[in-house]
């Protein structure tokens, strides 16, 4: 799940793409921005209200405004970066996957690390990671597909399953074997999709803000709430299509989770859209890995608090993996 396409923010709960203001060009610290999905928002919420005459619905709508607000503010303490990230004609490339032409770009050498953005976002909302990175991986981060640069001219009804695929198809025309993978919400759902049905091609996987089935008991009321009336009034197509992915999937059991080998890495804020419950479920299910709650930060962890994620990443790819328990120590299995 995701929140939009906001530079380095696209890291929320919502398909909502945020972009800078009519006349402002590029992608620039400081630049004011706003999401162009408000007035969407707003009518969806205009007409639950003249529908159900429901004030706690409209509470819910102006909470989801108000969340995109709190989102843009960050984008004012946002690094100038020199490359536009998401759309950089000398990293970019599309290739034809699976009926679709998907987008991607590549910085740096070394070690494959590859980046999945969540619903709604794009390339852009990992630009933060990719500016760290590159410096230490090949990182290959990817549009999927019905987003960002990705081509998809295709009408039937996504699903996870569907776009997993088109990344491991990519890796293979890529000649890549094996390859770390971060994904940020809707990414996180790839990335444990990859390691479930294509295990060699993944070497180790973190993930932010995962879940492995939809509804309340995943997702926190209000939000599951808002995702599920705006499927009952929007008539966009695109919204449909990527609330539709939100509302009805994953669909993940928890023997799936066991089937996984690699290393993995489940992070959440402490406060995120993901129930803390839903991703120790996950955590418990998934024999080699590891958990990491970010203290006060919400689904947009990555971006409130982006030295700490580095740092909690970048030591969980370069050391080797470890689950030895406090028992194990203090028994002396170790």
């Known amino acids: 799940m995701d929140f939009g396409n906001c530079s380095d923010t696209t890291q929320g709960i919502f398909p909502l793409k945020i972009t800078p203001m009519a006349g402002q060009m590029g992608h620039r610290s400081g630049t004011a921005l706003m999401p162009e999905s408000w007035r969407q928002l707003i009518l969806c919420t205009l007409t639950i209200f003249k529908k159900t005459k429901n004030m706690n619905n409209i509470i819910k709508h102006l909470l989801a405004l108000l969340i995109v607000a709190s989102t843009t503010c960050l984008l004012h303490a946002q690094t100038q970066y020199s490359i536009k990230y998401g759309d950089n004609k000398e990293a970019g490339?599309?290739?034809?996957?699976?009926?679709?032409?998907?987008?991607?770009?590549?910085?740096?050498?070394?070690?494959?690390?590859?980046?999945?953005?969540?619903?709604?976002?794009?390339?852009?909302?990992?630009?933060?990671?990719?500016?760290?990175?590159?410096?230490?991986?090949?990182?290959?981060?990817?549009?999927?597909?019905?987003?960002?640069?990705?081509?998809?001219?295709?009408?039937?009804?996504?699903?996870?399953?569907?776009?997993?695929?088109?990344?491991?198809?990519?890796?293979?025309?890529?000649?890549?074997?094996?390859?770390?993978?971060?994904?940020?919400?809707?990414?996180?759902?790839?990335?444990?999709?990859?390691?479930?049905?294509?295990?060699?091609?993944?070497?180790?996987?973190?993930?932010?803000?995962?879940?492995?089935?939809?509804?309340?008991?995943?997702?926190?009321?209000?939000?599951?709430?808002?995702?599920?009336?705006?499927?009952?009034?929007?008539?966009?197509?695109?919204?449909?299509?990527?609330?539709?992915?939100?509302?009805?999937?994953?669909?993940?059991?928890?023997?799936?989770l066991q089937k996984i080998k690699c290393p993995v890495l489940i992070m959440s804020g402490d406060r995120d859209a993901i129930k803390l419950e839903h991703s120790i479920k996950i955590f418990y299910n998934i024999p080699n890995s590891n958990f990491f709650v970010m203290p006060g930060a919400t689904h947009y962890g990555t971006v409130e608090k982006p030295e700490l994620f580095n740092m909690v990443l970048s030591d969980f790819l370069n050391r080797p993996f470890s689950k030895v328990s406090t028992a194990d120590l203090i028994t002396r299995k170790h």
């Open 93 to 256: 490339n599309y290739k034809k996957i699976n009926g679709i032409n998907l987008y991607y770009e590549i910085y740096g050498t070394g070690q494959p690390l590859i980046f999945l953005h969540g619903s709604g976002g794009s390339i852009r909302g990992a630009s933060g990671r990719i500016e760290y990175f590159k410096k230490y991986f090949k990182v290959i981060a990817i549009d999927s597909r019905a987003h960002g640069k990705s081509i998809d001219t295709t009408t039937k009804q996504l699903t996870y399953v569907q776009m997993a695929n088109d990344i491991k198809v990519l890796l293979d025309s890529l000649n890549i074997d094996s390859a770390f993978v971060q994904g940020q919400s809707d990414g996180a759902i790839l990335g444990l999709l990859l390691a479930i049905n294509y295990p060699d091609k993944i070497a180790k996987l973190a993930t932010y803000g995962a879940n492995i089935f939809p509804g309340k008991a995943a997702i926190v009321e209000e939000i599951d709430d808002l995702i599920l009336d705006t499927l009952k009034v929007t008539k966009n197509f695109t919204t449909k299509r990527l609330y539709s992915l939100l509302a009805y999937q994953p669909d993940i059991t928890e023997k799936d």
